[in-house]
């Protein structure tokens, strides 16, 4: 069975910190991975993407993958109110694999 | 433009009623899915198309019927829905299945089965 952990908060951080959110994967060949941000009654919004080892930046956000931990995690710099949101990690074992395996979504609230 | 769009908003149906979801890509992508959302729950899926044919039917009771017309449009079919079918129908398009690659899912459909 193939798992997604994260967090599920709440997780709050004042406006102008880093939010640091997180997960983990049980699939050591899982190849590709998502952050999704959903705001309360809205649909998921894709945010980040990766792929590779390392370390990927977007403006405020960062993804970073470490396959040895089967880790990743998304960090928020300079956090506003409108990034308050539920964060899913999504998981993806890659080849024809289809399906996005989720985890339960951390709830962040950014705090004025 | 990475828009998936989907109709209606809102649908509210009795539980004898027939009704129809719909959703529409124009990113040339070619799989297309649907995903069924409950509050405070992560998205579930239910089906998966790709170029048009029905890849993936993860046991779905036959009251959800997809449907999908052509590479930009997938339906999805309801009839003689149950109270706890009431949630949120995301659909979700990419460019392929091979290679994992990046869903992007539409705003949803809000459904209240009465």
């Known amino acids: 069975q193939k798992e997604v952990e994260q967090n599920s908060g709440p997780l709050s951080v004042p406006e102008g910190a880093i939010a640091s959110l997180n997960c983990t994967y049980s699939d050591r060949g899982s190849q590709s991975f998502f952050w999704y941000r959903q705001y309360s009654g809205k649909s998921p919004e894709l945010i980040m993407f990766i792929y590779s080892n390392g370390d990927k930046e977007d403006g405020r956000f960062t993804a970073q993958l470490n396959k040895a931990s089967q880790y990743v995690s998304l960090l928020i710099r300079d956090s506003q109110p409108s990034d308050s949101a539920t964060y899913l990690c999504?998981?993806?074992?890659?080849?024809?694999?289809?399906?996005?395996?989720f985890g339960k979504g951390t709830l962040l609230t950014v705090n004025p | 433009d990475t828009e998936v769009t989907q109709t209606p908003k809102h649908l509210v149906m009795g539980m004898t009623n027939k009704k129809s979801l719909k959703c529409e890509q124009h990113m040339g992508h070619r799989a297309m899915y649907w995903y069924k959302q409950k509050a405070k729950k992560p998205p579930e899926l239910m089906f998966v198309?790709?170029?048009?044919?029905?890849?993936i039917n993860e046991s779905v009771p036959s009251r959800f019927s997809p449907e999908c017309p052509n590479s930009s449009l997938l339906n999805l079919h309801l009839h003689a829905l149950q109270p706890e079918d009431s949630a949120l129908y995301l659909c979700a398009s990419s460019p392929g299945l091979a290679g994992g690659r990046e869903q992007f899912f539409g705003p949803g459909t809000r459904l209240t089965v009465l």
């Open positions: 999504a998981v993806n074992s890659g080849g024809s694999n289809y399906k996005l395996t």
């Open positions: 198309y790709s170029y048009e044919k029905l890849s």
